[in-house]
């Protein structure tokens, strides 16, 4: 499978869908059968139930006003795991 990398777009670091991952915004490279696979497994693993007062929240990995998703092979992925902070911190993936 492909590498993925999910960034978050300049300027959208503070939208309150945040709220929502367990992950700040920051870049990530994981392993998906294509961009939509990759932010779906993001979501997956990163999605709590966090709540803001009069606000609906949205999973923010998912949504492309939020998130970039490109194939990127600059990093070598383990087939379960996600990178972040430029690889040096790892997320289990399911």
């Given at each position: 499978?492909?590498?993925?990398?999910?960034?978050?777009?300049?300027?959208?670091?503070?939208?309150?869908?945040?709220?929502?991952?367990?992950?700040?915004?920051?870049?990530?490279?994981?392993?998906?059968g294509?961009?939509?696979?990759?932010?779906q497994?993001?979501?997956?693993?990163?999605?709590?139930?966090?709540?803001?007062?009069?606000?609906?929240?949205?999973?923010?990995?998912?949504?492309?006003?939020?998130?970039?998703?490109?194939?990127?092979?600059?990093?070598?992925?383990?087939?379960?795991?996600?990178?972040?902070?430029?690889?040096?911190?790892?997320?289990?993936?399911?």
């Amino acid at each position: 499978m492909p590498v993925y990398k999910l960034e978050p777009i300049e300027g959208r670091e503070e939208h309150t869908d945040w709220w929502a991952s367990s992950v700040p915004p920051t870049s990530v490279w994981l392993r998906a059968g294509n961009a939509n696979h990759a932010r779906q497994r993001m979501h997956l693993a990163t999605y709590s139930n966090a709540w803001v007062p009069g606000e609906v929240l949205n999973a923010p990995w998912v949504n492309t006003e939020l998130v970039r998703c490109t194939e990127d092979t600059s990093r070598d992925v383990p087939p379960n795991k996600a990178l972040l902070a430029n690889g040096k911190i790892t997320l289990e993936l399911s």
